[in-house]
């Protein structure tokens, strides 16, 4: 049993910045490739990134390339998004979550699709006014 709890959401202006951590509980995920994700209401989860067990690949969307950066710290069991040059579109409640079958993902597979991950956080909100 895996237990993620997002912080860091708030109200920021367009242009702005916000860092979201998703600390992880009850066993660890060093060896787990972790997700983030996010929802509008009235849309699907959308893909937000994506990080390796090592933190040495890192995926990502066109919406976000370039602006937003995902990261580990695997000593304290944590996933880390920074996100830059926020638009009101990037407005939505962030998600995290835990693929325990995979630690990288390669080849055909890419980490878009919510049903891989095994464990969600309850989310942060994040709203950027204009």
């Known amino acids: 049993q895996v237990q993620l709890v997002e912080s860091g959401g708030g109200l920021v202006q367009a242009g702005g910045s916000l860092r979201l951590s998703c600390a992880a509980s009850?066993?660890?995920?060093?060896?787990?490739?972790m997700g983030w994700f996010r929802q509008a209401p009235g849309k699907e989860r959308e893909f937000v990134a994506a990080i390796s067990w090592s933190g040495g690949r890192t995926y990502y969307p066109d919406s976000v390339n370039g602006r937003f950066t995902i990261s580990r710290d695997n000593a304290k069991n944590t996933v880390y998004l920074q996100m830059n040059s926020l638009k009101p579109e990037d407005t939505a409640v962030y998600y995290c979550a835990a693929d325990l079958s995979r630690s990288y993902y390669s080849g055909n597979l890419y980490p878009a699709a919510p049903g891989i991950y095994d464990y969600w956080g309850q989310g942060t909100q994040v709203t950027v006014s204009s």
């Open positions: 009850g066993r660890t995920v060093s060896r787990n490739a």
